[in-house]
């Protein structure tokens, strides 16, 4: 059973930077498509980038031109690059993979002003 365990969460001041990764146990990673998700206080979940297995990525507009998503499949892990924070990025990230819908657990960022 395929399992995902995000990490990279933490504290930051606004204008700074986290790294979040997510990790993916079993095979076949390479054909994932997989994704960003994050669910603010009070807010339902949303969805924040994409990549597919051929590299092609999505990024939501709230995020577009701070946030990078990638991924090496070596390591069965995508990446989100999160520059130039701001207080209301603070959410619960989570990872997903498709096929499947597998979620991971999810890793807190939280962001002050």
């Known amino acids: 059973q395929v399992q995902l365990v995000e990490s990279g969460g933490g504290l930051v001041q606004a204008g700074g930077s986290l790294r979040l990764s997510c990790a993916a146990s079993?095979?076949?990673?390479?054909?994932?498509?997989m994704g960003w998700y994050r669910q603010r206080p009070g807010k339902q979940r949303e969805l924040v980038a994409t990549i597919t297995s051929s590299g092609s990525t999505y990024i939501a507009d709230s995020v577009k031109g701070r946030f990078t998503i990638s991924r090496d499949n070596a390591k069965n892990t995508v990446y989100l690059q999160m520059n130039s924070l701001k207080p209301e990025d603070t959410a619960v990230y989570y990872c997903?993979?498709?096929?499947?819908?597998?979620w991971g657990q999810g890793t807190q960022v939280t962001v002050s002003s």
């Open positions: 079993g095979s076949m990673f390479e054909f994932n498509v």
């Open positions: 997903l993979k498709n096929p499947g819908s597998v």
